[in-house]
């Protein structure tokens, strides 16, 4: 057991499987020799060599087609969008190509990719750096969707997206590459579409994913400490394969449902489950599903005004305290 | 649009019969363009009885290109096309049925009517995809070559595509993608004049689209005469020989012209009268047909294979029309990797 940064475990992730399998290889822009503007691929190229770990020009749709095209005839590529915001530069493989090639060919071609991004806000970088874009993605049919908010998770939820036979977008929050974790020593592989619950409670019903779970954990404290409240917290880890079960067996028990967004509101990734949960749990509540999100506006820079749109802790307690007590 | 067609140099009288090319090639050249030729023409007149559905985009007119570049491929190099992609998809030998089939949304399609006329794709022929969204595939071929090149593989990926490609962003990504790596990939660019309704000289600042980029990625001016299968397959071969030689990737540009409109829904009035007719003149069947006699091969052979063509052409078509629309139990499968849709336990 060792305690690693999420930025670190970015680099053991990739290197456990590159090391494993020889059709895996990794590319972005400044990824290899300088190890990423985020530091996460740190001695990838070191370890792994300038065959397998490139850098590429500023080309966000060459970077991703190239991932395409080597996944198509058999290798297991490993391509990096240095931030998530750019994914509106190479849409086209996000949404036309990746997801649908597949189906369109009635089966006969295969896309087994990783796309790894730096998503989120925290950084204070405005509203083209910042942005939290995993239901850009959500919305697309053919593809998974990856968001870990642990150290071991992105160690094991790397290995079961380079190991998925489908094209996976995972998302690495900028805000938490500094954070620490416990991450067990020798090869770990998780399973997409399990969420974790990361805290038992019977009062409510609190979704999360990347940043918002350490904010919802302290959220979720505060609400027992100060208020008396035991609330449930769920890692939902990824949103595509989407673990319903976990969702509405929690929602079962406890009876109300928070979702914390980083998101901004229209579309996001809560509104979704919100509306699964009222099909088929509506008589399990026993009040309003309530979401908690960035409102629907464009981010700002400044460190305050970023502060003051984001799901924070206190804005979770008091939210959850008030619906809880009305 | 000026152009300056490059022509094949005229063959001595001893040459003639074992050139470089030789009878059995042009033979096959011949057999193959006839085969798009009549198969398009086929596609056409099923779209007028209402038998082909959605939209189609035919080559009529640039069937040379087709057939030059696939016929100078090896078994698994490997064929990413456009939406007008039935002639290459054709050309790697998928069976005309297939093609058929699948523009007219039958259970027989090559991909049983989940893809249609605008996503043709045979990876048992090689034929990696058609892309419908311009530029998209030039990258994907540079992937491809990116495994080759890792692998060792000895395989190059050919990309076709139109000169309205040349002016969407990924195109010059690709370009300079597969410049720095040296990848084992050619750019083929069918000029036909118009990028769908506009004329290409209108929205392009170089005369000639692609060769003029060419430059800018360090690579050679390539324009040639998209018309002559003969110079498309020369100009093809050594194409190949380079990327397989680990010296990089081509960028070929044929100039060529297509007879119909840009999909099925256009009539092409925007052309201005007579260039159709002078282009007919330089129809690619027509120059081959004056080729094969100029090698003394008889009129008797040629007119064998274009009545074998049309029985086989013929027969694909009743196969078609007999077969039933795709079976439901396959709508939901393929969406993922398991065979199914599911995105939710």
């Given amino acids: 057991m060792a305690e690693l940064t999420y930025r670190d475990a970015v680099a053991r992730g990739i290197a456990q499987e590159m090391a494993r399998d020889p059709d895996v290889i990794f590319f972005g822009e400044d990824v290899a020799k300088a190890g990423g503007v985020f530091k996460a691929t740190v001695g990838l190229y070191e370890q792994f060599g300038p065959k397998r770990v490139r850098d590429t020009p500023i080309s966000e749709q060459a970077i991703l087609g190239a991932a395409m095209g080597a996944a198509m005839t058999g290798l297991k590529p490993i391509a990096e969008i240095m931030f998530s915001d750019f994914f509106a530069v190479c849409f086209d493989y996000i949404a036309n190509e990746f997801p649908k090639s597949r189906y369109m060919s009635n089966g006969q071609v295969k896309c087994p990719l990783v796309v790894r991004t730096g998503n989120g806000a925290g950084s204070r970088f405005g509203a083209q750096h910042s942005q939290s874009v995993e239901n850009w993605a959500m919305m697309i049919p053919g593809l998974k969707v990856v968001a870990p908010s642990t150290p071991r998770d ?109 998101n901004p509101r229209l579309c996001g990734w809560g509104a979704e489950i919100v509306s699964i949960v009222a099909d088929e749990a509506f008589y399990d509540l026993d009040g309003p599903p309530v979401r908690i999100t960035t409102p629907h506006m464009p981010l700002p820079a400044a460190d305050i005004f970023e502060d003051m749109v984001l799901p924070t802790v206190d804005r979770i307690v008091e939210t959850v305290r008030r619906s809880l007590s009305a | 649009m000026a152009r300056k067609p490059v022509r094949a140099p005229e063959p001595s009288a001893r040459a003639k019969l074992n050139d470089d090319i030789g009878e059995e090639l042009r033979l096959r050249l011949y057999r193959m363009q006839v085969e798009l030729r009549e198969a398009e023409q086929r596609a056409f007149d099923l779209f007028l009885q209402n038998l082909v559905k959605g939209t189609s985009h035919l080559s009529l007119g640039q069937e040379a290109i087709a057939a030059g570049f696939a016929t100078a491929m090896k078994p ?17 030998g998928v069976p005309v049925e297939k093609v058929l089939g699948e523009l007219m949304q039958r259970d027989n399609g090559l991909m049983r009517g989940k893809g249609g006329s605008m996503h043709l794709t ?20 540079c992937g491809a070559a990116l495994r080759a090149q890792y692998r060792g593989d000895d395989d190059v990926s050919v990309c076709f595509f139109g000169d309205g490609t040349t002016n969407i962003g990924a195109f010059h990504e690709a370009l300079n993608f597969a410049a720095i790596w040296k990848l084992p990939v050619v750019f083929v660019c069918e000029n036909n004049l118009y990028m769908e309704y506009t004329a290409i000289g209108e929205v392009t600042a170089v005369e000639h689209p692609a060769a003029d980029r060419a430059s800018a990625y360090g690579l ?44 099925r829904a256009d009539p092409a009035k925007y052309r201005p009268e007579g260039e159709l007719e002078k282009w007919k003149e330089r129809d690619p069947i027509k120059i081959y047909r004056a080729r094969l006699k100029q090698f003394g091969i008889g009129d008797d052979v040629v007119a064998k294979i274009d009545a074998q063509v049309m029985q086989m052409i013929d027969a694909a078509t009743e196969a078609c029309k007999a077969a039933p629309p795709p079976a439901a139990d396959i709508l939901f499968t393929d969406v993922y990797a398991d065979g199914g849709w599911a995105w939710r336990n």
């Fill in chain 1, 154 to 262: 992105v160690v094991g939820l790397m290995a079961a997206a380079v190991r998925d036979p489908d094209p996976v977008i995972f998302f690495e929050h900028k805000s938490l590459y500094a954070t620490k974790g416990e991450v067990p020593d020798g090869e770990i592989v998780d399973t997409l579409g399990s969420a974790k619950i990361v805290r038992p409670g019977n009062h409510a019903t609190i979704l999360a994913l990347a940043l918002m779970v350490p904010r919802a954990l302290a959220a979720a404290d505060k609400l027992k400490a100060e208020h008396g409240l035991d609330c449930e917290v769920i890692d939902l880890r990824s949103l595509v394969p989407l673990d319903t079960q976990a969702i509405l067996g929690s929602v079962g028990r406890t009876h109300r449902l928070f979702t914390v967004e980083e």
């Fill in chain 2, 76 to 92: 698994g190099d490997l064929s990413f096309c456009t939406y007008r992609g039935h002639a290459h998809t054709l050309a790697r």
């Fill in chain 2, 122 to 141: 045979s990876v048992e022929h090689g034929v990696m995809g058609s892309y419908a969204i311009i530029g998209a595939h030039l990258p994907i071929a």
């Fill in chain 2, 220 to 263: 050679e001016r390539i324009v040639i005469d998209g018309n002559d299968a003969d110079v498309v397959y020369r100009t093809a071969t050594a194409a190949y020989a380079r990327a397989r030689a680990g010296k990089g990737p081509s960028l070929i540009e044929c100039m060529t012209y297509r007879h119909s409109g840009h999909s």
